[in-house]
């Protein structure tokens, strides 16, 4: 109401998301979506995300989608062509700058260095994040076990930001903080989450963004849930589905340890990092 933009930009799936489209229409301002158009069409599946977007999508006046599945999506629920602009994701966009950003001579970051003392350059790095909710309790305590099985192995360490919510960090803590070779650390920043990316062998995760970012890092990922939205991924091989199956989960993980030896195409298909630019010509 102070600033009374022409058009205000709304990204993803948050409920702030879904909140903020909701007051600039009351309030008659124009929306753009960033990131519009991803579905799975269960609203239990991803909660609350799934309805979040549904909801947003209703009051939104441009749709930025990500990938051509995300334009589909848009376009079976009855929404006109001239209001899509497909740009890929802007999160391709944010990882190549993070990593121009790291790898320049100049750049000193204190999480990076503490990081880089205590991850093993002679292991196969494990990277985990989780946090969905329908994953809290039975969920995390499978892929904790599936990750105690997995630490056996004398190869690998395992690297394990641990998401701050109790239901998570409880149950992580109580499992796994005794195995010399899985590193609990607390959430650390996107730069250093980006490092941690570029050493790992593979990443275990149920994050949609992770999903999203390493292809263009070569890094397999398992989803440790049973649908998703970034089905590119997917469908190119980056990334496989397992639930929270611990026995599913344990055979991924292996599977790669000693077979993946690189992808023959890394064409990220959420794309190359020219999203924005791609937005920014709409305005000019």
Same mark, same amino acid.
């Given at each position: 109401?102070?600033?009374?933009?022409?058009?205000?930009?709304?990204?993803?799936?948050?409920?702030?998301?879904?909140?903020?489209?909701?007051?600039?229409?009351?309030?008659?301002?124009?929306?753009?979506?960033?990131?519009?158009?991803?579905?799975?069409?269960?609203?239990?599946?991803?909660?609350?995300?799934?309805?979040?977007?549904?909801?947003?999508?209703?009051?939104?006046?441009?749709?930025?989608?990500?990938?051509?599945?995300?334009?589909?999506?848009?376009?079976?629920?009855?929404?006109?062509?001239?209001?899509?602009?497909?740009?890929?994701?802007?999160?391709?966009?944010?990882?190549?700058?993070?990593?121009?950003?790291?790898?320049?001579?100049?750049?000193?970051?204190?999480?990076?260095?503490?990081?880089?003392?205590?991850?093993?350059?002679?292991?196969?790095?494990?990277?985990?994040?989780?946090?969905?909710?329908?994953?809290?309790?039975?969920?995390?305590?499978?892929?904790?076990?599936?990750?105690?099985? *997995?630490?056996?192995?004398?190869?690998?360490?395992?690297?394990?930001?641990?998401?701050?919510?109790?239901? *998570?960090?409880?149950?992580?803590?109580?499992?796994?903080?005794?195995?010399?070779? *899985?590193?609990?650390?607390?959430?650390?920043?996107? +730069?250093?989450?980006?490092?941690?990316?570029?050493?790992?062998?593979? *990443?275990?995760?149920? +994050?949609?963004?992770?999903?999203?970012?390493?292809? +263009?890092?070569?890094?397999?990922?398992?989803?440790?849930?049973?649908?998703?939205?970034?089905?590119?991924?997917?469908?190119?091989?980056?990334?496989?589905?397992?639930?929270?199956?611990?026995?599913?989960?344990?055979?991924?993980?292996?599977?790669?340890?000693?077979?993946?030896?690189?992808?023959?195409?890394?064409?990220?298909?959420?794309?190359?990092?020219?999203?924005?630019?791609?937005?920014?010509?709409?305005?000019?």
């Amino acid at each position: 109401m102070k600033e009374k933009p022409d058009l205000v930009l709304i990204h993803g799936d948050t409920t702030t998301s879904c909140m903020v489209a909701l007051a600039s229409f009351d309030l008659g301002i124009k929306t753009g979506h960033i990131e519009a158009g991803l579905r799975i069409y269960n609203k239990n599946a991803l909660f609350p995300e799934e309805i979040n977007r549904q909801i947003t999508s209703r009051m939104d006046d441009i749709y930025f989608t990500p990938t051509l599945q995300a334009t589909q999506n848009l376009l079976q629920e009855g929404f006109s062509s001239d209001r899509i602009i497909e740009t890929s994701n802007t999160v391709v966009d944010a990882l190549l700058w993070t990593i121009n950003k790291i790898e320049s001579d100049d750049y000193k970051h204190s999480e990076i260095e503490t990081l880089k003392k205590i991850i093993s350059r002679d292991k196969k790095n494990i990277l985990v994040t989780g946090h969905r909710r329908e994953n809290f309790v039975i969920g995390m305590r499978n892929i904790c076990e599936a990750l105690l099985t *997995i630490s056996k192995r004398e190869d690998v360490i395992i690297v394990y930001p641990v998401h701050l919510n109790p239901n *998570i960090k409880d149950v992580v803590n109580q499992l796994l903080s005794v195995k010399d070779n *899985i590193l609990l650390t607390n959430p650390v920043s996107y +730069s250093a989450f980006v490092w941690l990316m570029q050493q790992s062998f593979l *990443i275990v995760t149920d +994050s949609g963004g992770i999903q999203e970012e390493a292809p +263009s890092l070569g890094k397999p990922v398992i989803v440790t849930r049973t649908v998703s939205e970034r089905s590119e991924g997917i469908a190119a091989g980056f990334s496989a589905l397992t639930g929270t199956d611990e026995v599913k989960i344990v055979k991924a993980i292996q599977d790669i340890l000693d077979k993946f030896d690189g992808f023959n195409n890394i064409m990220n298909p959420y794309g190359n990092g020219d999203a924005s630019k791609k937005k920014s010509k709409l305005f000019a």
